[in-house]
Every structure is written in C-alpha cells, then in structure tokens.
C-alpha cells in the first residue's frame, strides 16, 4: 500500500520548517550583533627612540554564547606614524584576560602595569608588570573579600612617585568557629577573670562575634557584597 501525504500534511511541515530556520536567522543575527568585541580600556606609549612609534595595549570585551559569559581579551600592537597615516608594525595573538579585573599603568613609566586579578571565588592577586613580563605577584586572597572593578567603587591608583598602589576591595570576611585545636584569643579589660573580656577572631567553637553584626549591601548589583574598603 502506497504512503499518502495529505496537502495540509505537507504544508504543516514546510511551515515548521520555515519557523525553524527563521528562529536560526534570529540567533546567528543577535550573536553577530551582540558578539562582537568592543574596546573597553586602552594605553598608548610613544617610543623614547623612535617618536613616530606609537606602542597600544588593549583590552576588547566579547560575549561567549557558547559558555553564557563575556570574555576580555588582551592585545598588543606597534603603529608607525607617517603622513597622517599609520601601519601597523607588529601585532600579539589575542589573549584571554577574563581573569583581570581592573589594570592601571604607572604615572612614572607607563611600561609598568598594576593588575588586579581575581582566577576564582577563593583566589585573589595583585600583579606588577613590566613590558609584557611579570615582576612581582602577591596572593590577597586571604587580606580581604572581591576586588570591586565596577564603575561605582572600584578603583585602582598609584601613588605620584609610582611606589606604590591602592585599590578597593570587599572588607575581610570574620572568623567561623575554629577547630578544637584552636586556642581563645582575648583582650584583657583590665580585671583579671572580667567575663567581659573581647573575644579577638574566632575560637575553639566559636565564631567571631563581629561576624553576626548586621552590615547591609548596597543593594541593586551589590547584593550580598560586604563594603568596600581601601587597600595600599
């Protein structure tokens, strides 16, 4: 027996497939428009030796669909410029700086970079840079709670003579209760044996009293984030 398709049949199924190849024309449109990099910070350094060249670092930023998150990637290129012209001399292979949270070069020697850079929740560095190679590297993972790179709080400055750096970040998270192991630290008030005494940090089963005083967020993208504070 014959197979017998009906022309509604047959029109059903070339409609569904216009939807469906509509709705693909949709996304790779949107991901064309939404997914292309845009510059989010730059730096230029002429050249001591050589005037005309103009070295540039930068910084796009790009939505990954594939993993839902947005990208920063990091480049580099030399500019020679002649005639109100400009060609490009060199130029690096982009790299993935998603892990940067805010970078500021030095006022005394632009070749020098301040960066700070979050890899995770729970790790936390302050890089020096030096023409492209790192000098210097300090885990603050433990000194203090998130970066904040956004435009209200964050904040990255040297000091005029280039000497030093001071950022914001999350005020350092209080005690939970220590192991048994763990020995009770307190102030003395003055009186031996004053059960008032302060209990410094937390203690063999006891928390940091400080952890549970109320210090609210600010709210709308802060939500659940302590207050800033300044590091130097």
């Known amino acids: 027996m014959s197979e017998f398709n009906s022309p509604s049949a047959s ?6 497939q216009a939807s469906v190849d509509f709705v693909r024309h949709v996304r790779k449109t949107f991901e064309a428009a939404y997914g292309a990099p845009t510059f989010i ?3 230029a350094r002429r050249s001591a030796d050589q005037p005309s060249v ?12 594939a993993s ?33 949270v805010m970078s500021q ?33 300090v885990d603050v993972s433990k000194a203090h709670g998130d970066f904040y790179g956004d435009s209200t709080f964050g904040s990255l400055a040297w000091s005029a003579d280039g000497s030093s750096i001071v950022y914001a970040a999350e005020k350092p998270e209080y005690d939970k209760a220590h192991p048994e192991t763990d020995t009770m630290a307190v102030q003395d008030s003055g009186t031996d044996g004053d059960i008032t005494d302060d209990i410094v940090g937390g203690v063999a089963g006891i928390a940091d009293p400080r952890r549970y005083e109320f210090d609210g967020d600010w709210g709308e993208t802060f939500n659940g984030k302590r207050p800033p504070a300044l590091a130097v």
Request: overall charge positive; aromatic content about 4%; charged content about 20%.
């Open 41 to 43: 910070a730059a730096a």
């Open 11 to 16: 029109s059903g199924n070339n409609n569904s």
């Open 54 to 65: 103009v070295s540039i670092a930068h910084t796009t930023s790009q939505r990954d669909f």
């Open 68 to 100: 839902d998150r947005k990208r920063k990637v990091a480049g580099h290129m030399a500019l020679a410029f002649s005639d109100n012209s400009a060609t490009v001399l060199a130029k690096s292979p982009p790299a993935d700086a998603s892990s940067v």
């Open 105 to 137: 070069p030095s006022p005394v020697d632009s070749s020098l970079v301040a960066v700070l850079r979050s890899a995770s929740k729970l790790e936390r560095t302050v890089e020096i840079w030096h023409d492209g190679a790192l000098v210097k590297s």
